[in-house]
C-alpha cells in the first residue's frame, strides 16, 4: 500500500510537471484520481494521436482530474498502438471511445475540450467545428494553413467564446520569458537586427516511391479531408506530410513559428512591411519534397530587420546552435534557444552587456497544459500562455515567408488593407482553396 509520504511526494511532482506519464505508479495514480472532485474533472478527446497530438495526451494525463475519454485517429494502426501503450500504464482504456470521422468524437456530449493534433490541413476546421460544438480546444501549431484560415479561427474563437491554446509551448518556459525580460529591459542597446534560424541535421524528406494503395487500416480519404485528392504515397504520409504544400509549409512553418514567435514577442512586433524570401531544394533534390530544404527570409519591420535562415540536413547553425534567436544591440547579443540563453558582451561598446548560459529547468509542454486547464476551469481566457490570436500572429507571418518564396517576390504587406500590394499574390496564395466538398465555415 501506498505511504502516506510517497503519496505526497508523488502528487507534488504531478502538480509541478515534474513527473512523466509513463513513469506514474499506476496505484498511486487511481489514489490521485480519486482524490479529485467530480466538479474539477475534465474530459477530454484527442484527435490525431500519431506525433505531437500523442504527446499532448501525455502531457495532458499529467494534470490532476484530467480524463481521456476519446481518441480519433485515421490510423486504425496508430489506435491500437496507442491503446497498448494506456493500457500498459493501468490507463483504463475499456472508457475511451474510438472515432475515425471527429465529427462523432465532437458529438460525445461528455467531451470537454479536445486536442488537435493532426496534419496542419485539418487544424482550421476541426477547430471551428469544435468551438461550434461547445468545446475548448487545444490545437497544435501552426494553427492555420493560410492566412484566411488563421484570421477565420480567431474569429470563431470570439464568436463561440471558447478557450483555445495554441501549442506554441515555450511560452510556458521560465527561461524563455526571463530572456525576453532582458531583451526589453534595454540592456542590450538599440537593437537593429533579429536573427532566427533551424538548422536539422535529422531532418530528410523520403526518397521518391510509387503511389500504392493506402495500408490497411488507414482511412485515406479522410485523412485528405479539404486537401487536392491524389493517390496515396508512403512519402507524403504521416510524419513527412511537412515537406508539402498541400497540407503544410515545411520548416518554415513547422519550426519557425516557435522561434519567430519569440523573436516577435521580444521586439513587441506586429506585422512586417516587406517580406523577401529565397531558397530552395538544394540538400535533398532527388528526394521527396516541395517545400525548400535550404531558406533564407529577410522580414522588415520599423526599426528593425528579422532574418530567417533554415536548413536541413545541417546541424552547424549560428553561434555553435542548431536553432535560435540572436537579438543583436549595441551594447551586447542575446542567443536564446531550448536549451537556455545567454548574453555576449559587444566589444566596441562602452557600455557592454554579458550574462553567463542560463539554463532551462523546466517542462514546457507540461507547463502549457497546465495553463491551458487552469484557464478552461477559469475561464479567464487573458491568463493564456498562447491564445489563438497570438498563434495566427506568427503563423501568418511564417505564411508571408512561404509565400514569398513560393511567387519568387519581395512582397509588400498594406497592414491598413490587410493583404499584399500585389493583388494576384492575394488570390493566389492568401487561402488554399478547399476540394472534396469541404469549404471554410464562414464566421
Not at 496507442?82 to 500498459?88: A, C, G, N, V, Y
Request: hydrophobic share 35%.
Amino acid at each position: 500500500m501506498t505511504s502516506r509520504k510517497k503519496f505526497i511526494q508523488q502528487s507534488s511532482l504531478l502538480l509541478g510537471g515534474g513527473l512523466l506519464a509513463s513513469s506514474l505508479d499506476s496505484k498511486a495514480f487511481t489514489i490521485f484520481k480519486n482524490r479529485i472532485s467530480p466538479s474539477d474533472q475534465l474530459n477530454i478527446g484527442a484527435i490525431g494521436i500519431n506525433g505531437m497530438g500523442w504527446s499532448n495526451v501525455q502531457a495532458a494525463l499529467k494534470v490532476p482530474g484530467v480524463n481521456l475519454v476519446a481518441v480519433c485517429d485515421i490510423d486504425n494502426n496508430v489506435v491500437q498502438k496507442r491503446l497498448k501503450e494506456l493500457s500498459e500504464k493501468n490507463y483504463d482504456t475499456n472508457k475511451i471511445k474510438v472515432y475515425t470521422d471527429y465529427r462523432k468524437l465532437l458529438d460525445q456530449k461528455d467531451v470537454d475540450a479536445v486536442i488537435i493534433g493532426t496534419p496542419d490541413h485539418w487544424h482550421a476546421l476541426i477547430m471551428i467545428h469544435a468551438c461550434q460544438a461547445g468545446k475548448d480546444v487545444y490545437v497544435e501549431k501552426p494553427v492555420g494553413n493560410s492566412i484566411i484560415e488563421c484570421r477565420t479561427m480567431v474569429a470563431a474563437q470570439q464568436r463561440y467564446n471558447k478557450v483555445v491554446q495554441a501549442g506554441q509551448w515555450q511560452r510556458s518556459q521560465q527561461h524563455f520569458k526571463d530572456a525576453v525580460d532582458f531583451v526589453q529591459s534595454g540592456q542590450l542597446g538599440n537593437i537593429r537586427t533579429v536573427k532566427v534560424w533551424c538548422y536539422q541535421g535529422w531532418m530528410r524528406p523520403q526518397p521518391v516511391v510509387p503511389d500504392t494503395a493506402p495500408p490497411l487500416g488507414v482511412d485515406y480519404k479522410q485523412w485528405l479531408g479539404p486537401a487536392t485528392t491524389r493517390p496515396f504515397n508512403a512519402s507524403r504520409f504521416h510524419f513527412h506530410f511537412r515537406w508539402f504544400w498541400d497540407y503544410a509549409g515545411g520548416l518554415m512553418t513547422d519550426w519557425g513559428v516557435h522561434l519567430l514567435d519569440y523573436a516577435l514577442i521580444g521586439m513587441k512586433a506586429g506585422l512586417p512591411k516587406t517580406i523577401d524570401g529565397l531558397g530552395g531544394r538544394f540538400a535533398y533534390p532527388d528526394l521527396y519534397e516541395e517545400t525548400p530544404d535550404t531558406l533564407t527570409t529577410l522580414y522588415e519591420f520599423d526599426g528593425f530587420n528579422l532574418v530567417w535562415d533554415s536548413a536541413m540536413g545541417i546541424d552547424n547553425g549560428s553561434y555553435g546552435r542548431d536553432h535560435g534567436i540572436a537579438y543583436i544591440g549595441n551594447n551586447g547579443t542575446l542567443v536564446l534557444n531550448r536549451g537556455g540563453w545567454e548574453v555576449i558582451e559587444e566589444k566596441q561598446s562602452k557600455t557592454k552587456a554579458s550574462k553567463p548560459l542560463q539554463k532551462s529547468s523546466d517542462n514546457g509542454l507540461d507547463k502549457h497544459w497546465e495553463n491551458f486547464v487552469s484557464v478552461v476551469k477559469s475561464r479567464k481566457t487573458a491568463d493564456l500562455h498562447c491564445s489563438i490570436q497570438d498563434g495566427a500572429h506568427v503563423a501568418t507571418i511564417a505564411q508571408m515567408g512561404n509565400i514569398s518564396y513560393r511567387t519568387g517576390k519581395k512582397l509588400t504587406w498594406d497592414k491598413a488593407a490587410e493583404k499584399f500590394t500585389d493583388q494576384p499574390v492575394n488570390d493566389a496564395y492568401l487561402m488554399k482553396t478547399y476540394h472534396n466538398g469541404y469549404s471554410l465555415p464562414k464566421i
